[in-house]
């Protein structure tokens, strides 16, 4: 006698408690991911209503959840209140990571573009060199650094940090496209070189278009660097190049740490990241689970 499915003792088919088993753990990894998610959330929603409360309720132990609202912390931080103004710090940060990240770009294309698709001899080596180069500490580079900025005039420049951003931003940017470049159909760019299509024409017109997801991904984490950097921007800038998490700083002061003004100012600092990614999410979750699944 044959039968579509086995039976334990019982009568319970093996697949059933195979599919409730697979439910089961479904359930419990997206329950461990919404926990997750919203571990990751509380202290973000803590800043954002810590900033729209006053000074003397920010400060209270155990914090006051039900004090009045108000945009004093705020007002503070874009200078109403005489203090100096967050926009000129928030432009050189704007300018030195939206022009670094179309610089890596530019440059990390290419080099991708050599070690994936025509890719140079021992190139597993070369993409572990550029990986090494993110392996120094960056204070140890400080030092030969702002000594070379001194000599050359460029403290306090935001060319500078532009340079030092690409070149930071540069070896991760070349490692992710390679893999993200490594998708693309060579059959493709076969055919656009038959046709006599040079290199920088199918770069720009037939890898790029295709590799969309990967360099949004990559210019999304390029940037998020860029914007985030805190160690060189503080010390090779002064009043002119200031960026906005040296900016930030400057709140916490020897008077005291003014709790609901740092939280504004770190709130509205946060606001280009987070929407930045929020715009690119789609692209960045496609780049970076590019070539995961065969």
């Given at each position: 006698m044959?039968?579509?499915?086995?039976?334990?003792?019982g009568?319970v088919?093996n697949?059933?408690?195979?599919?409730?088993?697979?439910?089961?753990?479904g359930?419990?990894?997206?329950?461990l991911?919404?926990?997750?998610g919203?571990?990751?959330?509380?202290?973000?929603a803590w800043?954002?209503l810590?900033?729209?409360?006053?000074?003397?309720?920010a400060?209270?132990?155990p914090?006051?959840?039900?004090a009045?609202?108000t945009?004093d912390?705020y007002?503070?931080?874009?200078?109403?209140g005489?203090?100096?103004?967050?926009w000129?710090?928030l432009?050189?940060?704007?300018?030195?990571s939206?022009?670094?990240?179309?610089?890596?770009?530019?440059?990390?294309?290419?080099?991708?573009?050599?070690?994936s698709i025509?890719?140079v001899?021992?190139?597993?080596d070369?993409?572990?060199?550029f990986l090494?180069t993110?392996?120094?500490?960056?204070?140890?580079?400080l030092?030969?650094i702002?000594?070379?900025?001194?000599?050359t005039?460029?403290?306090?420049n935001?060319w500078?940090?532009?340079?030092?951003?690409?070149?930071?931003n540069?070896?991760?940017a070349?490692?992710?496209?390679?893999s993200?470049?490594?998708?693309?159909?060579v059959a493709?760019?076969?055919?656009a070189?038959?046709?006599?299509?040079?290199?920088?024409?199918?770069?720009?017109?037939?890898?790029?278009?295709?590799?969309?997801?990967?360099?949004?991904?990559?210019?999304?984490i390029?940037?998020?660097?860029?914007?985030?950097?805190?160690?060189f921007?503080?010390?090779?800038?002064g009043?002119?190049?200031?960026?906005a998490?040296?900016?930030?700083?400057?709140?916490?002061?020897?008077?005291g740490?003014?709790?609901?003004?740092?939280?504004a100012?770190?709130?509205?600092?946060?606001l280009?990241?987070l929407?930045?990614?929020f715009?690119?999410?789609?692209k960045?979750?496609?780049?970076?689970?590019?070539?995961?699944?065969?």
């Open positions: 044959s039968t579509l499915t086995v039976v334990r003792r009568g088919p697949n059933s408690v195979r599919d409730n088993g697979v439910r089961s753990r359930a419990a990894l997206g329950l991911a919404w926990l997750a919203i571990a990751f959330f509380l202290p973000i800043m954002a810590t900033s729209f409360h006053s000074e003397e309720d400060a209270t132990n914090p006051s959840f039900a009045a609202l945009l912390g007002r503070d931080f874009f200078g109403a005489g203090g100096a103004s967050p000129p710090a432009i050189n940060s704007a300018t030195a939206v022009v670094s990240t179309l610089f890596v770009l530019l440059l990390a294309l290419p080099a991708a573009y050599a070690l025509r890719p001899k021992k190139w597993t070369v993409l572990f060199f090494s993110k392996m120094l500490p960056a204070v140890a580079g030092l030969p702002y000594l070379f900025a001194k000599n005039g460029l403290l306090d935001i500078l940090l532009i340079i030092l951003y690409t070149s930071m540069l070896p991760i070349v490692w992710m496209m390679q993200f470049l490594a998708e693309v159909p493709i760019i076969e055919a070189q038959i046709d006599g299509a040079r290199l920088p024409t199918v770069l720009a017109r037939v890898v790029a278009p295709i590799a969309v997801p990967g360099i949004a991904a990559t210019a999304l390029c940037f998020i660097f860029s914007w985030n950097e805190l160690l921007a503080r010390v090779l800038t009043t002119v190049a200031q960026t998490p040296v900016f930030l700083t400057g709140f916490i002061t020897s008077q740490l003014f709790l609901a003004k740092v939280c100012a770190s709130l509205v600092i946060s280009p990241v929407a930045a990614g715009a690119a999410q789609d960045l979750v496609q780049g970076l689970s590019l070539g995961a699944v065969k």
